[in-house]
């Protein structure tokens, strides 16, 4: 057991009432027992960014017996932007790399913990999946990047403290993982990438000034988190390390951005897929203001209907469209493509497995897509066309897959 430093002194109490504080002595129970020391468990701790560590204390008596007096302490962090700890808990969220202490104050005593918070690197091959559900199911699933089958995730994020309320697009940037919690969570929420279980996220970018109605997209590039809102018809610019009621650096608004969904970026262009309307458009990432996209991609041999994603691969441009088994696709464009462009290849029919798709992913030169009313990731070659059968499909009850709609990856380098 770890030497734990007791900063008050043996005084000898005549009462039977609780006494609080070093200038008191120790304290006397109801019981009439004589308090001894305070430890706290563990003495010293290693833990990464995104996860959590539960501190004990433990209370010795004079007549030979300890309990656990948890909630009886007040425990505090020396550096709460390293690691916040709940006030009658005991349980630490560890927020950014450090070493704090864990003190925990009560019975007349004062003892402490240490507490190391290391980085977390990204786990490679795995595949975060964002379940927007029916069944309050709220969650991120991860799965290995070559999941197949009805194969149970690695882990989920799910629980109340979590803060998931309408999980949407999801993105990395570093060792942590980005959500867009739509009209009933209106935050964007960001997770340690190996965040598990009921776990809250390292911060939450939501409230009054950031203008969230529905923040249903997101796409980082370099230094800046921007976010796409259905019901403003905006794309909104935030520092990627904003958090809690912050107001946008900038916004952008146009009348050919009606009702944006899921984001893509190619570093200088912002695209951002219009469902309702069928489009795909593009702005300057470094745009502001009321202004003209700089693409609008659009028309019946572009066919782009109902189109939830855009992502750029190298010199091309893949696009999900479709709401039913019958209309999904995945249409692929020249990279330059505006207007009523023809796309270079089409996965669609009934072989694909497509069933209203939503964000796509690539790795391993393969395409990755997200199929909300299949609940599915099903995996295609990077060149396939036509009405192929994907090269594997994660489908099944064990998946625990609940309308999933955002998708990201993380390969290995």
């Given at each position: 057991m770890p030497q734990i430093r007791d900063l008050c002194l043996p005084v000898l109490l005549l009462a039977a009432t609780s006494l609080w504080g070093c200038g008191s002595g120790f304290n006397l129970d109801n019981g009439g027992r004589l308090a001894t020391s305070i430890n706290i468990l563990p003495g010293t701790a290693n833990r990464q960014v995104g996860q959590t560590q539960q501190f004990s204390a433990v209370a010795f008596f004079t007549d030979g017996n300890s309990e656990d007096v948890t909630g009886l302490m007040q425990w505090s962090s020396s550096d709460p932007s390293v690691v916040s700890i709940g006030l009658n808990t005991g349980l630490a969220n560890c927020l950014t790399p450090g070493t704090v202490s864990i003190v925990a104050q009560g019975l007349g005593f004062a003892s402490s913990a240490g507490l190391t918070v290391t980085a977390v690197n990204a786990p490679p091959n795995r595949i975060y999946v964002s379940n927007f559900s029916n069944s309050n199911n709220h969650s991120v699933s991860v799965f290995d990047i070559n999941a197949s089958g009805?194969?149970?995730?690695?882990?989920?994020?799910?629980?109340?403290?979590?803060?998931?309320?309408?999980?949407?697009?999801?993105?990395?940037?570093?060792?942590?993982?980005?959500?867009?919690?739509?009209?009933?969570?209106?935050?964007?929420?960001?997770?340690?990438?190996?965040?598990?279980?009921?776990?809250?996220?390292?911060?939450?970018?939501?409230?009054?000034?950031?203008?969230?109605?529905?923040?249903?997209?997101?796409?980082?590039v370099g230094n800046e988190l921007f976010v796409s809102d259905q019901n403003t018809n905006s794309i909104k610019a935030f520092s990627v390390n904003a958090s809690g009621n912050q107001a946008p650096t900038r916004t952008i608004t146009s009348a050919q951005l009606q009702g944006p969904f899921l984001m893509g970026n190619n570093a200088s262009e912002l695209l951002a897929a219009c469902f309702g309307v069928g489009r795909v458009v593009g702005f300057p990432s470094g745009g502001s203001g009321n202004i003209a996209p700089i693409r609008n991609l659009q028309g019946a041999t572009a066919g782009v209907a109902q189109a939830h994603h855009a992502l750029v691969n190298g010199n091309e441009i893949l696009v999900s469209c479709g709401s039913t088994v019958n209309n999904s696709s995945i249409r692929v464009f020249d990279l330059n493509a505006d207007g009523?462009?023809?796309?270079?290849?089409?996965?669609?029919?009934?072989?694909?497995?497509?069933?209203?798709?939503?964000?796509?992913?690539?790795?391993?030169?393969?395409?990755?897509?997200?199929n909300i009313l299949a609940n599915s990731i099903t995996v295609y070659p990077l060149n396939a066309n036509g009405n192929v059968a994907p090269s594997r499909t994660l489908q099944g009850v064990n998946t625990g897959l609940d309308r999933p709609i955002g998708l990201t990856l993380v390969a290995a380098p």
């Open positions: 009805n194969v149970a995730p690695l882990r989920s994020i799910q629980g109340a403290n979590t803060g998931l309320a309408s999980p949407r697009q999801l993105a990395v940037s570093g060792n942590e993982l980005f959500v867009a919690d739509g009209f009933a969570g209106l935050a964007v929420r960001v997770y340690g990438l190996a965040a598990t279980g009921n776990v809250a996220p390292l911060r939450s970018l939501a409230g009054a000034n950031t203008g969230f109605s529905d923040p249903d997209g997101i796409a980082i009523d462009a023809a796309p270079l290849r089409v996965i669609s029919g009934a072989n694909t497995g497509l069933n209203d798709p939503s964000q796509l992913g690539v790795a391993n030169g393969e395409i990755y897509v997200s």
